[in-house]
């Protein structure tokens, strides 16, 4: 599911590193399932990708979010805004962005297991190490507009557009914002650091994550 876990490498240690596990036992399968740990788990193209449990700032980060993105996108009918959901190219092949965006219009690829096809918009809240960058082709794929990337820690924010078959970043503008043109919102960073969203129409709304 992951690269390969080498433990002669100095300072290796399981809890820091990403393995590969070429077969999942059913009785495994069965335990993270009754637990709840297979929540963030995701099928690529047949591979099962299992995912720890996000940390305590990235759901904090994601909390503070979506209050502010949700009565956003709703009160001014941009569409809808769903948290942790599964995206299906096909049956054996999805992933789960932190948030995924459907523009007023296109509410018919939402179904009760997910989307069907590619959300106009995804946000990932990066942790170090994971495997953020490496879902750009399948959005891609699925033609999702832009993947909005908010590192954990730095609280730096990307956007990335999709142009033709690959993700183009997005340049800040003289203020240093970076406009989601998807979600009609824009991103900045202030020093704390604090992750910084505004509505691009009134900026007087706004929130520091």
């Given amino acids: 599911m992951f690269g390969r876990l080498d433990l002669a490498r100095p300072g290796c240690t399981i809890g820091s590193v990403k393995a590969l596990v070429l077969d999942v036992s059913s009785r495994l399968l069965s335990r993270r399932k009754l637990t709840g740990e297979d929540r963030w788990d995701e099928l690529w193209e047949g591979i099962l990708h299992m995912s720890p449990a996000p940390s305590n700032e990235h759901q904090r980060i994601l909390d503070e979010l979506l209050v502010f993105l949700l009565p956003l996108v709703k009160g001014a009918a941009r569409g809808i805004l769903r948290?942790?959901?599964?995206?299906?190219?096909?049956?054996?092949?999805?992933?789960?962005?932190?948030?995924s965006f459907v523009a007023s219009g296109r509410e018919g690829i939402l179904g009760l297991e997910g989307a069907r096809g590619g959300p106009d918009a995804v946000i990932e809240v990066r942790s170090p190490g994971d495997e953020t960058y490496d879902k750009f082709p399948f959005y891609a794929a699925l033609a999702v507009r832009e993947v909005i990337v908010i590192p954990r820690d730095e609280k730096k924010p990307e956007v990335h557009r999709l142009a033709g078959s690959q993700y183009i970043a997005v340049s800040p503008d003289p203020d240093g914002f970076l406009l989601s043109e998807t979600l009609g919102v824009r991103f900045g960073h202030e020093p704390g650091p604090r992750l910084v969203v505004q509505d691009a129409n009134d900026r007087s709304q706004r929130s520091l994550i």
Avoid: E
């Avoid at 948290?83 to 932190?98: A, H, K």
């Fill in 83 to 99: 948290s942790g959901i599964n995206v299906f190219r096909t049956d054996d092949d999805y992933r789960i962005p932190d948030l």
